[in-house]
């Protein structure tokens, strides 16, 4: 590892330690200088599972169960390392190059026999993916992604994928971009007042009412991007409204997360929503396909902010 890689990955320790502390939910468990033996591992880490991850040297061979982390992998220098994907990332990931890797099946429940055939030193996936791989626990290292809350999380995920896979530098270096746009986004929506700030509900799911609620990223965006969430002070993440109480909240904007089934004119066309003022105002939108947990995220960020605001935004 040369010196300015040693120095960047110590420090990017520290950040991460001290996002943990702050609800980040990276923890820093042991980082060494050497990278030799399986007796003085490259890197210990606790992943967002809780688990102790052992790397004995560095990843060369990667398997990514998460269209995200394919494209913050790619970003930082290290897309040819990735082995295997899933089916997902292979047909909607990014950058297009993402699409010709090997498959291992869906996400939530890759073929096993693939993923050994591949022979990767390191696997990283969120924990939907565990009741299908954590058979593999003990034979091959995996990372274990926490579910990003916001877009601080998500920075902090790619400056961990920097970590796990000595790319500190340009992991630091992608991190510092996303931070200059996502700045100048918020630098025009902080100041809003609560009566400048339009009412949003962001649909998540093809389940009508299902939409992201506090401690989720959709939060975060909707705020960061000057909006109000309807769902905001809703018990669960991720709750399904009925649909008298969304239109009796009466949002001012509809947004439809892009991975979803439904359509604009879908939502316009539901028994009742034309009361609402978003649908009676033309202002329900699907997202585009970018992936919010990636080096894009604060794409979506501008996205959203531009249709709360498009009179702050050309």
């Known amino acids: 590892m040369s010196e300015i890689k040693k120095h960047v990955g110590i420090w990017l320790a520290i950040i991460i330690l001290i996002s943990a502390a702050f609800g980040g939910g990276y923890i820093l468990a042991q980082m060494s200088e050497n990278q030799t033996t399986t007796e003085n591992p490259y890197l210990t880490v606790i992943d967002g599972e809780g688990r102790t991850v052992v790397l004995p040297d560095v990843p060369e061979r990667i398997i990514v169960?998460?269209?995200?982390?394919?494209?913050?992998?790619?970003?930082?220098?290290?897309?040819?390392?990735i082995v295997g994907v899933d089916n997902g990332t292979a047909e909607k990931g990014y950058p297009p190059e993402v699409r010709q890797k090997p498959t291992v099946g869906k996400a939530w429940n890759p073929s096993l026999e693939k993923i050994i055939e591949m022979e990767p030193d390191l696997i990283i996936a969120y924990p939907y993916s565990r009741n299908a791989i954590s058979s593999l626990e003990e034979e091959i290292p995996i990372y274990y992604v926490a579910y990003e809350k916001s877009l601080e999380d998500v920075m902090d995920g790619i400056r961990m994928a920097g970590l796990l896979t000595d790319d500190g530098e340009e992991a630091e270096s992608v991190v510092s971009e996303m931070q200059m746009h996502i700045d100048e986004i918020v630098n025009k929506?902080?100041?809003?007042n609560r009566t400048m700030r339009p009412l949003v509900y962001f649909e998540t799911s093809s389940v009508i009412g299902k939409c992201a609620g506090p401690n989720t990223e959709g939060n975060d965006l909707i705020y960061k991007a000057g909006g109000i969430n309807i769902a905001a002070d809703e018990p669960t993440s991720y709750p399904i409204l009925s649909t008298e109480y969304i239109i009796e909240r009466n949002p001012d904007v509809i947004l439809i997360q892009w991975y979803t089934k439904t359509t604009v004119d879908d939502v316009k066309n539901r028994p009742g929503w034309d009361s609402i003022n978003a649908v009676k105002n033309n202002r329900v939108y699907k997202l585009s396909e970018i992936s919010g947990v990636g080096p894009r995220a604060w794409m979506v960020l501008e996205e959203i902010a531009h249709d709360l605001h498009p009179e702050l935004f050309d």
């Open 65 to 81: 169960l998460t269209p995200g982390y394919a494209e913050t992998l790619y970003a930082i220098g290290c897309g040819d390392k």
């Open 189 to 192: 929506t902080k100041g809003l």
